[in-house]
């Protein structure tokens, strides 16, 4: 097995992000599906959904590759009646993670868990029941909660709860916090609002100041090399590894972040992509043999630049613009 392949920033490639489906029974108002904006399918399975045999066969190519790590998301993955077995086939060698809303999770947590899914994110916006129906466009919020009960009481470690920062969730940051410290198993990641996907940038809120609470809040605070981000542990459970965690994402005009990315990603009609800011990149891999997969994957790491600090540079104003190196960039051929 050959080491990570690199781009030519350095940036090794050891995990992948695949969409299994662009269908939801949620219609989160912040929701950008992966990059690729809001396009939500109809609830019924779509024949351009990469089957399972061409989500096993991308994984064992780019096992090949070094890549220990693989994240199933959607969409919503687990209307995926596949999705088990997608994730007993993956190469052993990889750690399963997967995102979800979570209204699926009682029930099949622990098949998952058997499976091979080693830990998962679940939405989970805010603590009130009409708050997150606004957010959601939902009703499932009790739903929610079962399923975060079910994914620990499976064994699933850690399980995150994903909450993205903006207006409508702001007030909860507080709350939140103090839930995943009090509650074993549980981890909290912090999303930024991503106004550049989504629009509204009215909903926008500072997330350093987030960052400057939970500082003054935390018993220890590490940091991991993913990304550049921190972790900030608070309560009770601070001295485990994992409970009363709290991770900011904050990919926002944040060049650290871009320097630190070992992802690429895969929509769920197949096509491979190497930044999530970015379609001008997506290759098919359609009907592709395994030598075409490879030969694919290594062009798209290749190609890969980070976004902010790259792609994008900041002007003397301070706003972030195109580099004119990328001005006219043809998007990537099927």
Same mark, same amino acid.
Not at 85 to 96: F, H, L, N, Q
Not at 261 to 275: D, F, M, N, P, W
């Given at each position: 097995? +050959?080491?990570?392949? #690199? @781009? /030519?920033?350095? $940036?090794?490639?050891?995990? !992948?992000?695949?969409?299994?489906? =662009?269908?939801?029974?949620?219609?989160?108002?912040?929701?950008?599906?992966?990059?690729?904006?809001?396009?939500?399918?109809?609830?019924?399975?779509?024949? +351009?959904?990469?089957? #399972? @045999? /061409?989500?096993? $066969?991308?994984?064992?190519? !780019?096992?090949?590759?070094?890549? =220990?790590?693989?994240?199933?998301?959607?969409?919503?993955?687990?209307?995926?009646?596949?999705?088990?077995?997608?994730?007993?086939?993956?190469?052993?060698?990889?750690?399963?993670?997967?995102?979800?809303?979570?209204?699926?999770?009682?029930?099949?947590?622990?098949?998952?868990?058997?499976?091979?899914?080693?830990?998962?994110?679940?939405?989970?916006?805010?603590?009130?029941?009409?708050?997150?129906?606004?957010?959601?466009?939902?009703?499932?919020?009790?739903?929610?909660?079962?399923?975060?009960?079910?994914?620990?009481?499976?064994?699933?470690?850690?399980?995150?709860?994903?909450?993205?920062?903006?207006?409508?969730?702001?007030?909860?940051?507080?709350?939140?916090?103090?839930?995943?410290?009090?509650?074993?198993?549980?981890?909290?990641?912090?999303?930024?609002?991503?106004?550049?996907?989504?629009?509204?940038?009215?909903?926008?809120?500072?997330?350093?100041?987030?960052?400057?609470?939970?500082?003054?809040?935390?018993?220890?605070?590490?940091?991991?090399?993913?990304?550049?981000?921190?972790?900030?542990?608070?309560?009770?459970?601070?001295?485990?590894?994992?409970?009363?965690?709290?991770?900011?994402?904050?990919?926002?005009?944040?060049?650290?972040?871009?320097?630190?990315?070992?992802?690429?990603?895969?929509?769920?009609?197949?096509?491979?992509?190497?930044?999530?800011?970015?379609?001008?990149?997506?290759?098919?891999?359609?009907?592709?043999?395994?030598?075409?997969?490879?030969?694919?994957?290594?062009?798209?790491?290749?190609?890969?630049?980070?976004?902010?600090?790259?792609?994008?540079?900041?002007?003397?104003?301070?706003?972030?613009?195109?580099?004119?190196?990328?001005?006219?960039?043809?998007?990537?051929?099927?």
């Amino acid at each position: 097995m +050959a080491g990570p392949l #690199a @781009d /030519d920033f350095g $940036r090794e490639v050891t995990g !992948v992000r695949i969409s299994l489906t =662009d269908r939801c029974n949620f219609d989160c108002v912040y929701c950008h599906n992966e990059g690729l904006g809001d396009t939500r399918g109809p609830m019924e399975p779509s024949d +351009a959904e990469m089957s #399972a @045999d /061409d989500v096993v $066969r991308f994984l064992e190519v !780019v096992e090949g590759y070094g890549v =220990d790590a693989v994240k199933f998301t959607g969409g919503e993955p687990m209307l995926r009646q596949d999705l088990a077995e997608i994730i007993e086939r993956t190469p052993d060698s990889m750690e399963v993670s997967m995102t979800t809303n979570g209204t699926f999770l009682p029930g099949r947590a622990a098949d998952l868990k058997a499976a091979g899914l080693d830990r998962v994110n679940v939405s989970q916006d805010a603590l009130d029941p009409d708050d997150f129906a606004e957010v959601t466009k939902s009703g499932a919020y009790e739903q929610v909660l079962e399923g975060v009960r079910a994914a620990v009481d499976a064994g699933l470690d850690p399980v995150k709860l994903n909450m993205v920062v903006f207006t409508h969730t702001a007030g909860y940051v507080e709350e939140m916090v103090e839930h995943v410290a009090d509650n074993d198993g549980l981890q909290l990641q912090l999303i930024q609002y991503m106004p550049e996907l989504t629009g509204r940038p009215e909903w926008n809120v500072d997330i350093g100041r987030v960052h400057d609470w939970l500082a003054e809040k935390a018993d220890r605070v590490e940091h991991r090399e993913m990304h550049d981000r921190k972790r900030y542990f608070v309560g009770e459970a601070s001295d485990d590894d994992t409970g009363g965690m709290v991770e900011i994402v904050d990919p926002v005009e944040n060049e650290e972040f871009c320097a630190n990315c070992g992802r690429v990603r895969v929509t769920h009609e197949g096509y491979l992509k190497g930044c999530l800011n970015r379609n001008d990149d997506l290759r098919s891999m359609g009907e592709m043999t395994r030598a075409e997969i490879a030969e694919t994957f290594e062009e798209v790491v290749a190609n890969r630049v980070p976004y902010y600090g790259e792609y994008l540079v900041e002007g003397e104003d301070g706003e972030y613009e195109l580099n004119e190196k990328y001005l006219g960039t043809p998007p990537a051929a099927d």
